[in-house]
């Protein structure tokens, strides 16, 4: 069992930056697991932000790409979502997903562990 805990969230302006964090404990942290973040806002079906493999290969949204970072530490169990050039339609909970496995998911029903999110607000 992994559980999954995300923070970083919070209240920002349009082209601001926030730094979301995903600690992971009660199994070994390593390469094999995948990860990912999603976003869901109100009314809305959650969506795929960006995955990383164990090797650190990376996926994103286009409406991310160029704007948001992922990165992973395994000797912390963390891994990192930098979100830069932050806009309004940027504002959804943020959750981090993992999953063993050496690919590198984006549906939301490939990943088998969720955090309990982390809200992100981006005023104009």
């Known amino acids: 069992q992994v559980q999954l805990v995300e923070s970083g969230g919070g209240s920002v302006q349009a082209g601001g930056s926030l730094r979301l964090s995903c600690a992971a404990s009660g199994r070994t942290f390593s390469s094999y697991y995948g990860m990912g973040w999603f976003r869901q806002a109100p009314g809305q079906e959650r969506e795929f932000v960006t995955s990383?493999?164990?090797?650190?290969?990376?996926l994103y949204a286009d409406s991310v790409k160029g704007r948001f970072t992922i990165s992973r530490d395994n000797a912390k169990n963390t891994v990192y979502l930098q979100m830069n050039s932050l806009k309004p339609e940027d504002t959804a909970v943020y959750y981090c997903?993992?999953?063993?496995?050496?690919?590198?998911?984006?549906?939301?029903?490939?990943?088998?562990?969720w955090g309990q999110g982390t809200q992100v607000t981006v005023s104009s």
């Open positions: 990383i493999s164990g090797s650190a290969y990376t």
């Open positions: 997903a993992a999953v063993r496995t050496f690919s590198i998911p984006t549906t939301p029903q490939a990943f088998h562990y």
